[in-house]
């Protein structure tokens, strides 16, 4: 199992910028595709950014090509997701995902954090 810890949320002004992390502990971080999912106040979650076991692959959203980068550190067990250009309506919870097991996809993830909140003013 993995634990996955959220950090760098807040408050930002539209057109802004924020880099999200997720540091992960216990099994071989390596070893774990890495997703960001974000849960906006009434709506279902939705998947956001992933990366691959490692890291050569990446899948987003179409909501956030183009302004959102994925990325890993296997070597400092940690993922990050870089937005930019962020708009009101990604304004969300923000949650780090992980699974171990094939396919790489956007969706089937095992492990979830805490989450993180961003809030984007316009």
């Known amino acids: 199992q993995v634990l996955l810890v959220e950090s760098g949320g807040g408050l930002v002004q539209a057109g802004g910028s924020l880099r999200l992390s997720c540091a992960a502990s216990?099994?071989?971080?390596?070893?774990?595709?890495m997703a960001w999912f974000r849960q906006a106040p009434g709506k279902e979650r939705e998947f956001v950014a992933a990366?691959?076991?490692?890291?050569?692959?990446?899948l987003y959203a179409d909501s956030v090509k183009g302004r959102f980068t994925i990325s890993r550190d296997n070597a400092k067990n940690t993922a990050h997701l870089q937005m930019n250009s962020l708009k009101f309506e990604d304004t969300a919870v923000y949650y780090c995902?992980?699974?171990?097991?094939?396919?790489?996809?956007?969706?089937?993830?095992?492990?979830w954090g805490q989450g993180t909140a961003v809030t984007v003013s316009s």
């Open positions: 216990g099994r071989t971080f390596g070893n774990y595709a």
């Open positions: 990366i691959s076991w490692s890291g050569r692959r990446t």
């Open positions: 995902a992980a699974k171990d097991r094939p396919p790489f996809t956007a969706g089937d993830y095992d492990y």
